[in-house]
């Protein structure tokens, strides 16, 4: 009686193990399988171009593995319902969040392409163009920081004003640069 209770008691956790096993299998040979195919494909007709074929590769392999990881995680008990809608959260405040911090990392690119780059340096006088017919910012530049260019302002009106340019717009408009 104790050997067929132990038997039910580990019955269902080596099951499910083997469950886990067979997918993780069975998921391993069809990636091998549909790269091997992709691969054929690309060697019988070479009109296909190999930048296609390199990411239709991974991008079926990751296809695969995703599902044998949410196959697996199905058998764990865990409801791809949840699994999904938890996953989809987390990618719109992802998104949310990239969005939002978008002008910022935009700005500190910006300065460490100016600082490779020297499309302008300190001292010099710039003009920020905005079109032909408006006059744009014209200063000559004082600091560049991560976020902004600092220029004296250089107009009859406001001369000796500062302005803050933020570093991404040299890199959109038009920019006149005398040494």
Partial sequence: MDDLQLLMAWSEPLIRAAQVLLIVLLAWLVQRIVTRGITRLGT???????????????????????????????????????????????????????FAIWSVLSNMFCAVLIFSLGPFRMGDKVEVIESADKPGVKGRVIAINLFYTTLEDLSEDNAGAMVQVPNSLFFQKAVRRWR
Wanted: no cysteine; aromatic share 12%; hydrophobic share 60%.
């Fill in 44 to 98: 019988r007709y070479p009109q296909l171009p190999p930048e296609l074929m390199l990411p239709l590769r991974g991008l079926l392999r990751w296809m695969i593995l995703g599902s044998a990881f949410m196959l697996v995680l199905e058998r764990f008990g865990v409801s791809a319902e949840v699994l999904w809608t938890a996953l989809t959260g987390f990618a719109a405040v992802a998104a949310v969040a990239f």
